[in-house]
Structures are given as structure tokens and as C-alpha cells.
């Protein structure tokens, strides 16, 4: 008999092994049974918590998008300026909870889900709405009509150095990452102002 209260920490940890899974191996090519050895439990649990291997993969970046939006929304808060508003979205963006190397991992894997998956598009395209919608807010005074289009360039840029990291095998630098998406930002700004 299950015990009580016990689901939800459960599928938290069947999310966690999830990440820590794809993360080490660098693909969606594990198997629930992995999954649940490493949340300590049976398969047949975490098959009776989730249904597979997808809705598993699809709990974990529901978790990681959830995490990423309430850290946007902080730095978010405590912006006072256009320019701060999108500097803290890219900050967000390669915070210590978002650019480790497994959360890196499972996102390239999001991504390729995304292609065969109606769910994980669903997410994806949630998900990259409110990026372009909060940059192009912050952007609007800075760039006038132009903000959708830096809008679009700088959240590419974003994912693409989240792909540069996913195909090298160095711990992700935070520090360079948010310093590269900045100055194109920068770049942007100042093309404004002549």
C-alpha cells in the first residue's frame, strides 16, 4: 500500500534523476528503469507516476521551465530600467540553476523532442513566447520598431551558446555567456543611438 504523501516527493525525485540521466548521457537514450534507480525506486513506480519515458522527459523540463521562469521573474522585480529588465533575462538565462551541464544537457534534448513530440513543441513554443515577449518589452524604448528583431536575435543567441556548451565538454561559464549575449545586446543599443 503506497504510503501517504509520498507522491509528490517521489516525482520529484524521478524528475531530478531525470535531469541527472540525460546529463550524463548526454541524450534521451535512457531508459525509465535508469531514471528510477537513480531516484531510488522501482521502474513500475515511476511507470505508475508518469506513464513513461516522455511524460517523465516532460515533468523534468516543466520542472526546469518553471524553475527558469521564477528566476526571470525575480530579476525581473528588482529591474528598474529598460536596459536592466533585459539584462536580467539574460542573467536569468545563465544563472547557477539553469547553465549546469545537466540542466544544458536536457534542454538540447527538449529541443529534439520538440520535433517529434505535439507536447514538448507546445512547451517550447510557451516557453519561447515569454522570452521574446519579455525582451521585447525591455527592448521597445531602447530600439523603438526594431525590438521584435533584437528580440529574436538576442533569444537565438541565447539558445545558441546553450548549444555551444551541450557540443563542448568544459563545465558551462556562466560569466562569458551572459558577457557574449550582453555585448550583442550592447551592439543593438548603440546602433539606436546613432
Given amino acids: 500500500m503506497p504510503k501517504l504523501g509520498m507522491e509528490p516527493i517521489r516525482r520529484a525525485a524521478l524528475v531530478k534523476a531525470t535531469i541527472a540521466e540525460i546529463g550524463e ?22 511507470h505508475h507516476y508518469f506513464g513513461g519515458k516522455e511524460q517523465i522527459f ?3 523540463m516543466r520542472h526546469t521551465l518553471a524553475l527558469y521562469a521564477a528566476e526571470v ?10 536596459a536592466e529588465r533585459v539584462e536580467a533575462i539574460v542573467r536569468a538565462s545563465f544563472s547557477q540553476t539553469n547553465f549546469r551541464r545537466d540542466v544544458v544537457a536536457a534542454w538540447l534534448n527538449f529541443y529534439v523532442l520538440a520535433q517529434v513530440s505535439d507536447e514538448a513543441q ?3 513554443r510557451a516557453y519561447q513566447a515569454r522570452v521574446r515577449s519579455n525582451l521585447r518589452h525591455g527592448l521597445r524604448p531602447l530600439v523603438g520598431d526594431r525590438a521584435g528583431e533584437v528580440a529574436d536575435r ?17 563545465q558551462p561559464d556562466r560569466d562569458h555567456a551572459v558577457e557574449q549575449v550582453l555585448r550583442c545586446f550592447e551592439l543593438e543599443a548603440a546602433r539606436e543611438e546613432r
Fill in 25 to 46: 548521457s548526454g541524450t534521451l537514450d535512457v531508459t525509465v528503469s535508469q531514471i528510477a534507480k537513480r531516484a531510488g525506486m522501482s521502474s513500475a513506480l515511476a
Fill in 58 to 60: 516532460l515533468a523534468a
Fill in 73 to 82: 521573474r525575480g530579476a525581473l522585480g528588482m529591474a528598474t530600467t529598460p
Fill in 122 to 124: 507546445r512547451l517550447l
Fill in 154 to 170: 538576442i533569444a537565438a543567441l541565447i539558445d545558441g551558446v546553450y548549444l555551444k556548451h551541450t557540443l563542448g565538454h568544459d
